[in-house]
Nanobody, 123 residues
Framework: VQLQASGGGLVQAGGSLRLSCAAS?????????MGWFRQAPGRDREFVGF????????YYADPVKGRFTISRDNAKNTVYLQMNSLKYEDTAVYYC????????????????WGQGTLVTVSS
């Protein structure tokens, strides 16, 4: 599975961005839990949220809860991260990832990763 994240950029605090992650390759996209992670400079990669295989369940880390929304379109092999009310501390490289085994917040348990897209929030 190849994952291609896009949609990052520079945005002012309080603004919004939508990230996309398109999957390709010999895969059945709907069999994967899709997660989003982020890594700020000098910090470890941290969990942002995930969406279950058919999109019925989502789960978010506390820092983004109520501001970020994850959705997926299995017909388009794409998962989205809608980010609203962005804060300076949301600045990071954002990664999408696919887990074929379990629903998890642990990055080591994800099987495939996208290349990351940079989100910069100006204060």
């Amino acid at each position: 599975v190849q994952l291609q994240a896009s949609g990052g950029g520079l945005v002012q605090a309080g603004g919004s961005l939508r990230l996309s992650c398109a999957a390709s390759g010999r895969t059945t996209f709907s069999t994967y839990t899709m997660g989003w992670f982020r890594q700020a400079p000098g910090r470890d990669r941290e969990f942002v949220g995930f969406v279950s295989r058919v999109g019925g369940s989502t789960y978010y880390a506390d820092p983004v809860k109520g501001r970020f929304t994850i959705s997926r379109d299995n017909a388009k092999n794409t998962v989205y991260l809608q980010m609203n009310s962005l804060k300076y501390e949301d600045t990071a490289v954002y990664y999408c990832a696919a887990s074929g085994k379990i629903i998890t917040t642990t990055p080591e348990l994800y099987d495939f990763w996208g290349q990351g897209t940079l989100v910069t929030v100006s204060s």
